[in-house]
Structures are given as C-alpha cells and as structure tokens.
C-alpha cells in the first residue's frame, strides 16, 4: 500500500527541507519566463546555492502552491519557511542590499 503525499504535503516538506527554495518557471538555466529569470538572476548573484521547483513539471504544485502561499504568481521565493515574494520584491530586495543578506545570513546557519 503506498500512501501518495498530497501536493500540500509535497509543498510543505519542499520548503522544510530546503531554506532558500524558489519556485519558478523553468529551470535556473533555462527559465521559461522573464520573472523567473530576474529572479534566478539576482538570487545567483547572492552567491549561495538554492533548491527550485520547475512548476511547469509539476502541474499540481503550480495549482495548489498559490492558495497556500496566499500568492497567485510565480516565481516565489522561499526562504526558511517563509514566502519571501515574487520577482518584484526580489529586485527590490537585492538592490536594497537585503536579498544578499538574507540570503548569506540563511546560507551560514544551515551550513553543517
């Protein structure tokens, strides 16, 4: 008997077991879309490796994703449970300086 994880439970255990996740569309080197390439886009820049979830592959994670997060758009980024935004705030963020911190400060606590 296999007991199939729901999509929510597939979501909530993605983004438990990696602290910088984003999901977008497409891959970091083949993104599908403009967003989901700036925010691969800054979050390289960040200098730290990141887990993502090609949404385009996973067509129930891109319907259920959204309610959950209370965020109809992708990317998302994800950052130690928490839904940091989209693209928009990525930028944001990055040039602001935060993103990098954020990021880095993540990267070091989780860093065994």
Known sequence: MTTEMTTLEKIKKQIADNPI???????PKLPSCGFSAQAVQVLSQCGEPFAYVDILQNPDIRAELPKFANWPTFPQLWVEGELIGGCDIMLEMFQAGELQ???????KKHKS
């Open 21 to 27: 996740i984003l999901y977008m569309k497409g891959s």
């Open 101 to 107: 911190t954020l990021i880095k400060e993540t990267a």
